[in-house]
């Protein structure tokens, strides 16, 4: 995968043939009654300029990114988290890819023409806060410049190397311990505009299955656990 032209076949690919067996193991419960939301897992290449950044067994070129936001401090459910854009299918929108762009657009400033839709995943169930997300995976054929729209909704919006998500350094999990009971979870940390994130919880868990169906996961350690903000 040397080129990037060779990263959006493969995402294109993915997109057509669905998660496989590296679906999220999300379990949404015997209650769940969800609404319908959408996120857009929008890729493309920058010219970063880190030099230090490690070469990958999986040969992802360094270029290529992913969109994230992170999301207001101040916000009722999953405040300060990092995530893709997205939100809840309007009943104006003709479905969940107009959806996904639609929020990103909102959210980001993003030309939504400069993107090529490459396709969906199945919907993946978010039993925390009663969703049904239909992951919507594009690539970012014009890029466009991007910002905070509404500081109530988002605290920042950034591109990230995809090789620094997957770089064994940055890999650890999350884990929850309540009652007894012990949910662990895949996390990155990554730095973005001088700032250091941790992406865990819905979005690693999207990520993490992502880059497994690609077969770009380098070996990372399971073990190593990332502590939660705050």
Do not use: C, K, Y
Request: proline share 9%.
């Amino acid at each position: 995968m040397a080129q990037d032209g060779s990263a959006r076949a493969a995402l294109a690919a993915v997109a057509a043939a669905g998660w496989g067996d590296a679906a999220p193991p999300f379990e949404p419960g015997d209650t769940f009654s969800p609404r319908r939301a959408a996120v857009l897992m929008l890729f493309g290449t920058l010219d970063h300029t880190a030099s230090d950044r490690p070469a990958l067994a999986s040969a992802v070129p360094r270029e290529l990114d992913v969109l994230l936001l992170a999301r207001a401090a101040t916000l009722r459910s999953h405040a300060g988290e990092v995530a893709f854009p997205g939100g809840r299918v309007d009943p104006g929108d003709a479905d969940a890819v107009a959806a996904a762009l639609r929020e990103a657009q909102e959210e980001t400033g993003l030309d939504p023409r400069g993107v090529e839709v490459l396709g969906t995943l199945p919907s993946v169930p978010l039993a925390f806060s009663n969703h049904l997300v239909r992951p919507v995976i594009g690539w970012w054929r014009d890029p466009s410049p991007i910002r905070v729209v509404d500081d109530q909704e988002s605290a920042a919006v950034f591109r990230v190397p995809v090789a620094d998500l997957l770089d064994p350094a940055h890999r650890g999990v999350t884990v929850i311990r309540r009652s007894g009971q012990e949910w662990r979870g895949p996390a990155f940390t990554i730095e973005a505009d001088g700032d250091e994130h941790l992406v865990w919880g819905f979005t690693a868990m999207l990520l993490d299955a992502l880059f497994a169906r690609l077969g770009w996961t380098e070996p990372w350690d399971r073990d190593r656990e990332i502590p939660l903000p705050g």
